[in-house]
T-cell receptor
Framework: DAKTTQPTSMDCAEGRAANLPCNHS???????VYWYRQIHSQGPQYIIH???NNETNEMASLIITEDRKSSTLILPHATLRDTAVYYC??????????????????FGQGTILTVHP | NAGVTQTPKFRILKIGQSMTLQCTQD?????MYWYRQDPGMGLKLIYY???????DKGEVPNGYNVSRSTTEDFPLRLELAAPSQTSVYFC?????????????FGDGTRLSIL
């Protein structure tokens, strides 16, 4: 599995952009980078994903370097409700015991983002 | 937008009891998944399904059973509850299993075995 490295914690002022980095130097050519977040003990919330181009949706932007070895999640205007654990994940294909396949999500330790007033 | 709905939200079981955790999705997704998350740990895949009638084991299937009779529903069964199964259980779904299809999660079931 392609491993990811994220800072343990980050702080951000409310209203400012939050830039969360992630290193994934062993990523393979057809593997996507996914970002999820988990608020308290709620279910993981999908944020965004990408292969090699930069992506933007209503929640965030994803910047992937040209060599695909790292990426940055950008929350353009952080609010207090964005305080959460953010997970950068490289999704890999796995074959199950019965021969079917799925895209595995491996949730590591993530980055604890604290947005303060 | 209901998405993925899990019931119950909380449950306390005695050792040896059985129960079924319910999961339903209204997005017409083909793939569904069951994960468990122990305190301070990442999610571990228990079982998944690629469509009605087809299920497969994930990383930690022992002690659990699943079935998928409809596209919408994917219940998880604990037959003989053990303290090691105390955890938060999350159900998820995705349109397909392809790399570019995100998984969407429910809010979880918090299960304690005493």
């Amino acid at each position: 599995d392609a491993k990811t490295t994220q800072p343990t914690s980050m702080d951000c002022a409310e209203g400012r952009a939050a830039n969360l980095p992630c290193n994934h130097s062993t990523i393979s050519g057809n593997e996507y980078v996914y970002w999820y977040r988990q608020i308290h003990s709620q279910g993981p919330q999908y944020i965004i994903h990408g292969l090699k181009n930069n992506e933007t949706n209503e929640m965030a932007s994803l910047i992937i370097t040209e060599d695909r070895k790292s990426s940055t999640l950008i929350l353009p205007h952080a609010t207090l409700r964005d305080t959460a654990v953010y997970y950068c994940i490289v999704r890999v294909a796995v074959i199950g015991a019965g021969g079917t396949s799925y895209g595995k999500l491996t949730f590591g330790q993530g980055t604890i983002l604290t947005v303060h007033p | 937008n209901a998405g993925v709905t899990q019931t119950p939200k909380f449950r306390i079981l005695k050792i040896g009891q059985s129960m079924t955790l319910q999961c339903t999705q209204d997005m017409n997704h083909n793939y569904m998944y069951w994960y468990r998350q122990d305190p301070g740990m990442g999610l571990k895949l228990i079982y998944y399904s690629v469509g009605a009638g087809i299920t497969d084991k994930g990383e930690v299937p022992n002690g659990y059973n699943v079935s998928r009779s409809t596209t919408e529903d994917f219940p998880l069964r604990l037959e003989l509850a053990a303290p090691s199964q105390t955890s938060v259980y999350f159900c998820a779904s995705s349109l397909t299993g392809l790399y570019n299809q995100p998984q969407h999660f429910g809010d979880g079931t918090r299960l304690s075995i005493l």
